[in-house]
Nanobody, 123 residues
């Protein structure tokens, strides 16, 4: 059974930093592209960042480019999202997702999802 478990969310002041982690189990992690998405009530899920299977290629939403960094450690079956210079509008539930062999910014293409972790940025 595939499981993706996020951690690291919380409450932070604007301008602060958080590091999210997503640990995968039940899958051959290195075969999967990984991504982070976020969602707020009443809005559609939004792409944040993605990384290729090896971690050599990354992509970001324009809204987080230069502030967020996605990385992965295949030996630990974990993907990370370092979030710096956080803004109020970054407040959301952040979820990681895994896609066999491919990646991209479309949530419907991803095979597995975590439960999500809440990030709240106070202004």
């Amino acid at each position: 059974q595939v499981q993706l478990a996020e951690s690291g969310g919380g409450l932070v002041q604007a301008g602060g930093s958080l590091r999210l982690s997503c640990a995968g189990s039940g899958l051959t992690f290195r075969w999967y592209a990984m991504a982070w998405f976020r969602q707020t009530p009443g809005k559609e899920r939004e792409f944040v960042a993605a990384t290729s299977r090896s971690g050599s290629t990354t992509s970001y939403a324009d809204s987080v480019k230069g502030r967020f960094t996605i990385s992965r450690d295949n030996a630990k079956n974990t993907v990370y999202l370092q979030m710096n210079s956080l803004k109020f509008e970054d407040t959301a539930v952040y979820s990681c997702a895994a896609k066999y062999y491919g990646g991209g910014d479309l949530p419907e293409r991803y095979d597995y999802w975590g439960q999500g972790t809440q990030v709240t940025v106070s202004s």
